[in-house]
């Protein structure tokens, strides 16, 4: 049983478009999301995180949104440019556990 | 520089042969983690340590073996009791019991069993 899902496994946009990620969990003890992107054969390396008590976070071309009571998050990557093509991981922390969904593949088309 | 070493990069194992998998950081992190990365599940938690000498299961630790002898090293054994041992291993480390901070991975092992 999945706690945190990425149901997209993956995403084709055009360069300079939005691009949209979604993540939706079940588990209400979560208080805690990051997004981390991972090239092929590398290590997630993170990308952007928010808590609970908030629902919007912005770090430059990237802002995650979070939605407490439909239990979702976005990830909007905006503009989006082709070296954003990698897979992105949601990550839903409670406590010192760490639960990852199962990952969106994005590709940015030139 | 500081960072999160695992080697080998790549791993080949015989049924039946246990196998460790290396993870070393350098960053003076407390926690260490060991991942499983399997298509279309993302990365599914095997054991993980807070502080030396101590570590605790994860979701999937059958088949799985760690120890935590230096703050350093949280080396993994993939046993031969590892039903489907095929996979892309993670190690991770943070500053401490909490995600609160982010986490730094490794490069990862490819683990194949021929």
């Known amino acids: 049983d999945q706690q945190v899902k990425q149901n997209s496994p993956s995403l084709s946009v055009q360069e300079g478009r939005i691009s949209i990620l979604n993540c939706d969990y079940t588990n209400s003890m979560f208080d805690y999301f990051l997004w981390y992107k991972k090239y092929p054969a590398e290590g997630p390396t993170f990308l952007i995180s928010i808590s609970s008590i908030k629902d919007k976070n912005e770090d430059g071309r990237f802002t995650v949104f979070l939605n407490k009571s439909a239990k979702h998050l976005s990830l909007h990557i905006v503009p989006s440019q082709p070296g954003d093509s990698a897979v992105y991981f949601c990550a839903a922390s409670a406590g010192n556990m760490l639960t990852f969904g199962g990952g969106t593949r994005l590709m940015v088309k030139p | ?114």
């Open chain 2, 1 to 114: 520089d500081g960072g999160i070493t695992q080697s080998p990069k790549y791993l080949f194992r015989k049924e039946g042969q246990n196998v460790t998998l290396s993870c070393e950081q350098n960053l003076n992190h407390d926690a260490m983690y060991w991942y499983r990365q399997d298509p279309g599940q993302g990365l599914r938690l095997i054991y993980y340590s807070q502080i030396v000498n101590d570590f605790q299961k994860g979701d999937i630790a059958e088949g799985y073996s760690v120890s935590r002898e230096k703050k350093e090293s949280f080396p993994l054994t993939v046993t031969s009791a590892q039903k489907n041992p095929t996979a892309f291993y993670l190690c991770a480390s943070s500053v401490g019991r909490d995600w609160w901070t982010e986490a730094f991975f490794g490069q990862g092992t490819r683990l194949t069993v021929v």
